[in-house]
């Protein structure tokens, strides 16, 4: 995308989601296989072309490689939401940062940041990031004496 260029809200939505996996400069496959998921099965993403993720995600990591780039990021996501779709935006971000079993530092100072850029409230957003960490809990590991 060229500077000038605008993302649909469809895009947003996956911006948000390929940044929230990138904010730790490690792209983890748990978090890229969820994007996909999520992309094939919210409706949200009905009719998307997920042709356009590989071009999204170029734009996303282009945009943090730049000095303002997260505000640059926000800005656009800001600019192409329908009204009512923040909380849907920050929700799917917090997805993607739960998504490995544990947010870094640099995951959640993304999600401060989106969160305060957004206008998400502090008491909708703990009840997003509660979601979050409720849906990818993960059971402990049986141990010898659980087996049998």
Do not use: W
């Amino acid at each position: 995308m060229q500077a000038g260029t605008t993302f649909s809200a469809q895009d947003a939505l996956v911006a948000v989601m390929v940044a929230a996996s990138a904010a730790d400069a490690n792209l983890d496959t748990t978090e890229l296989l969820l994007i996909t998921r999520l992309l094939d099965a919210l409706p949200a993403f009905d009719g998307y072309d997920q042709d356009r993720l590989r071009m999204i995600s170029q734009t996303v990591f282009d945009l943090l490689e730049e000095e303002d780039g997260i505000d640059a990021l926000v800005g656009l996501v800001k600019e192409a939401l329908p009204e009512g779709f923040n909380e849907t935006a920050y929700a799917l971000a917090c997805d993607i940062v739960a998504a490995d079993g544990s947010a870094r530092m640099s995951e959640l100072e993304f999600l401060n940041i989106l969160r305060h850029d957004l206008r998400v409230g502090r008491l909708a957003a703990a009840a997003i990031e509660r979601g979050a960490r409720a849906r990818f809990l993960r059971l402990p590991e049986p141990g010898p004496e659980d087996v049998g």
